[in-house]
């Protein structure tokens, strides 16, 4: 007698046919599809063609899934005892493994018969020749039928009928040719992605090699005469050679006009020059004086009316996190260097700048309120506070 784990597992075999049927529903969908002698009303022009590869992939898709299911349950259910592989688990293995594979195989003949429909017409596809062409759309039709027949027939048959000839060679003639035209096929597409790849590669870095030897040539013709922004925009970015950017600070501080070239562009009307300058007054290593006081509030002003601007306040829809990724793309630089800049300026100048942070403060707390960047921007603030009381506080001492 048959324990009863035997029993149930060999009546829930037959539920198998549940999946087996609707991939064979969903494969006369996709046939229908394939087969189309044109495409649909007002679907002939190129974005419609695009749209009805995916119409064409759902059921191909749904259909090769339940096909694998269907594999995969009777390699579990001992339809493959037939097979002579005497250890169970070693042949459910390769059942299992061989289910994948013919999955994997079936993949370029589906993308090959859908290029190749009528519905789709895609030029590119006419490429791999007219028997790899005919034979991906025989196999992308036919062999999911003769999967799904053979399937019900190891399912259903008594176990002396499993391994009849007919039905035998009807499943492994579809496995084999799907084996025949799909190994060619995905190599050559795996090939053109390789190809194409490497093409884009090679064209990427060819750019960036053009792009950096421009900028060598560029930096080479700056002088002490040339614009402090045109010396900031090496100097101040992260992504240039950190050698070039040691460099363009090295001259900038040696540079006799530094301060009224940076508090002429500190006031720029362009809003990237003032930027530029605002960061080389963080960076550039010199004693900055009180003459760069007006301009440096004048520039956090504006950074902080940018915010305001920028910024959605309490009408925000949406999470603080999504939202913080805003303050930390468009701010986070500047809001670092302003801290920086308030410290530089009471222990070189003694000027206080707490009322510009404050302003700052306010601007991103009320544009991005509840935020991590703007929680952490206020503490730091009040830090900043503390540490600009405390070096104002040292200069008034007698020494």
């Not at 009528?118 to 039709?141: C, K, S």
Request: aromatic share 8%; proline share 5%.
């Amino acid at each position: 007698m048959p324990s009863d784990w035997e029993s149930g597992k060999y009546r829930m075999k037959y539920l198998l046919n549940l999946p087996l049927a609707l991939a064979a529903l969903l494969q006369v969908w996709f046939a229908s599809l394939v087969f189309m002698s044109a495409p649909w009303s007002d679907w002939g022009d190129g974005p419609s063609r695009g749209a009805m590869v995916l119409v064409m992939l759902e059921p191909a898709v749904f259909c090769w899934l339940l096909l694998l299911l269907a594999m995969v349950g009777a390699a579990f259910t001992d339809a493959f005892d037939w097979l002579p592989v005497g250890r169970r688990w070693l042949r459910r293995l390769l059942v299992v493994g061989a289910a994948l594979v013919t999955v994997a195989l079936a993949v370029p003949c589906v993308a090959t018969a859908i290029g190749s429909s009528a519905a789709v017409a895609d030029r590119d596809t006419a490429e791999f020749g007219p028997l790899l062409v005919t034979g991906a759309m025989v196999v992308a039709v036919a062999v999911p039928f003769a999967l799904a027949g053979w399937l019900a027939w190891l399912i259903d048959a008594p176990s002396p009928w499993r391994d009849a000839l007919w039905p035998r060679g009807i499943g492994l003639g579809a496995l084999a040719l799907l084996l025949l035209i799909g190994s060619p096929l995905g190599g050559r597409m795996l090939a053109e992605e390789i190809r194409t790849e490497l093409a884009t590669s090679r064209r990427y870095q060819q750019e960036i090699d053009e792009r950096e030897t421009a900028r060598t040539a560029d930096f080479a013709q700056l002088t002490d005469a040339s614009p402090v922004h045109s010396w900031g925009a090496y100097a101040t970015d992260e992504l240039d050679l950190k050698e070039r950017r040691e460099m363009a600070l090295r001259r900038l501080a040696a540079r006799p006009t530094l301060e009224a070239d940076l508090a002429r562009d500190l006031v720029s009307p362009y809003a990237r020059d003032s930027d530029v300058a605002f960061f080389l007054v963080e960076r550039v290593q010199f004693a900055p004086s009180a003459a760069l006081e007006a301009p440096l509030r004048t520039a956090m002003s504006r950074i902080a009316g940018e915010m305001r601007k920028a910024g959605f306040g309490e009408a925000w829809p949406g999470d603080s996190a999504t939202l913080d990724s805003y303050i930390r793309s468009g701010f986070a630089e500047r809001l670092a260097a302003s801290l920086v800049i308030a410290r530089r300026m009471a222990d070189s100048a003694g000027v206080d700048l707490r009322a510009a942070l404050g302003e700052l403060q306010s601007a991103a707390t009320a544009a991005y309120p509840k935020t991590k960047s703007a929680e952490t921007y206020q503490r730091e603030v009040a830090v900043a506070d503390k540490y600009i009381e405390a070096a104002l506080a040292a200069r008034l001492k007698p020494n």
